[in-house]
């Protein structure tokens, strides 16, 4: 039962490329969510996803985009990536409302240059 | 928006001492839960305390909650190495949930 599965681990990339960080969730859960993860600022949410078919905005969404493609999986886009992006990124994943226990992934380590 | 902030920022310890880090909020609630971060690793959920209840234990956690002083703590007992991580309080915040900037634990063999 692999839980909540992030790809890449790792990237770096230059100022103004874009890519696409994947996320996908194996325990039927409804809700899905994007965080960042900075020193000493605790987690931070980009976007969440109550259900299939929807996604809102969290405390920090400029510069990304999300994609909910089915139940499983989220995805989360930078388009023009900036230095300010360079973050540890971690997708979640909660049987429905937030305030039940979430599920992680092991994160994204990205570096912008 | 309700945000629990934990408090000692970091805390060392030798093996087989208690730790123990505490949580302050800002409005009323009706849970709170606490997470583990080892490091490079996702966060992994421990305990969820309703507002109803005042403790809360699971094996060698003891998790409590003062709704009157806004605050939680959270004990672990007779700490292992393995417990090194960093320790998050998660509180609701509308649909969405706020964690704390975190309690860095360094257990010492």
């Known amino acids: 039962n692999a839980g909540v599965t992030q790809t890449p681990k790792f990237q770096v990339l230059k100022t103004g490329q874009s890519m696409t960080l994947q996320c996908a969730q194996d325990?039927?859960?409804?809700?899905m969510y994007w965080y960042r993860q900075d020193p000493g600022m605790g987690l931070r949410l980009i976007y969440y996803s109550a259900s299939e078919g929807t996604t809102d905005k969290g405390e920090v969404p400029n510069g990304y985009n999300v994609s909910r493609l089915n139940k499983r999986e989220f995805s989360l886009r930078l388009e023009s990536a900036a230095p300010s992006q360079t973050s540890v990124y971690f997708c979640?994943?909660?049987?429905?409302?937030?305030?039940?226990?979430?599920?992680f992934g092991d994160g994204t380590r990205l570096s912008i240059l | 928006s309700q945000q629990g902030e934990e408090d000692p920022q970091a805390l060392s310890i030798q093996e087989g001492e208690n730790a123990t880090m505490n949580c302050s909020y800002k409005t009323s609630i009706n849970n709170l839960q606490w997470y583990r971060q080892n490091s490079g690793r996702g966060l992994v959920h421990l305990i969820l305390?309703?507002?109803?209840?005042r403790e809360k234990h699971s094996g060698r956690l003891r998790v409590t909650l003062d709704t009157s002083k806004k605050s939680s703590s959270l004990l672990i007992t007779a700490s292992r190495a393995a417990d090194t991580a960093s320790y998050f309080c998660a509180t609701p915040g509308g649909f969405k949930t706020i964690f704390g900037a975190g309690t860095r634990l360094f257990v010492k063999a």
């Open positions: 305390i309703r507002s109803n209840e």
């Open positions: 979640a994943s909660s049987e429905n409302r937030s305030n039940q226990p979430q599920h």
């Open positions: 325990m039927n859960h409804n809700s």
